[in-house]
């Protein structure tokens, strides 16, 4: 099992950037495939960013591509999120996920640990 907390919400203009990190607990997180989603409150978590348990292999949602990474450390058990020219549309609860399948899955059904959450915010 893993758990996993989000830090590095906020407020930002549009056009500005936020590193999101996801910090888990555990001594297996070098197997887990890790993912980003965000959710708008009355809608499903939509994928963002996913990447493989040993980091070569990543996914983004279109919306994002160009503009936002993801990478992870597992020595230090964090997967990050790195947003530049952030959008009022990117406003959302960002939520970091692990699934133990060996696919960059995009559903959320497919991740079987959550974090809490974090808020993302970005003024026009």
């Known amino acids: 099992q893993v758990q996993l907390v989000e830090s590095g919400g906020g407020l930002v203009q549009a056009g500005g950037s936020l590193r999101l990190s996801c910090a888990a607990s555990g001594r297996t997180f070098s197997r887990y495939t890790m993912g980003w989603f965000r959710q708008v409150p009355g809608t499903d978590r939509d994928i963002v960013a996913v990447?493989?348990?040993?980091?070569?292999?990543?996914r983004y949602a279109d919306s994002v591509k160009d503009r936002f990474a993801i990478s992870r450390d597992n020595a230090k058990n964090t997967v990050y999120l790195q947003m530049n020219s952030l959008k009022p549309d990117d406003t959302a609860i960002y939520y970091c996920?692990?699934?133990?399948?060996?696919?960059?899955?995009?559903?959320?059904?497919?991740?079987?640990?959550w974090g809490q959450g974090t808020q993302v915010t970005v003024s026009s």
């Open positions: 990447i493989s348990s040993s980091g070569a292999s990543t």
């Open positions: 996920a692990a699934s133990l399948q060996n696919f960059l899955y995009t559903h959320y059904r497919n991740y079987d640990y």
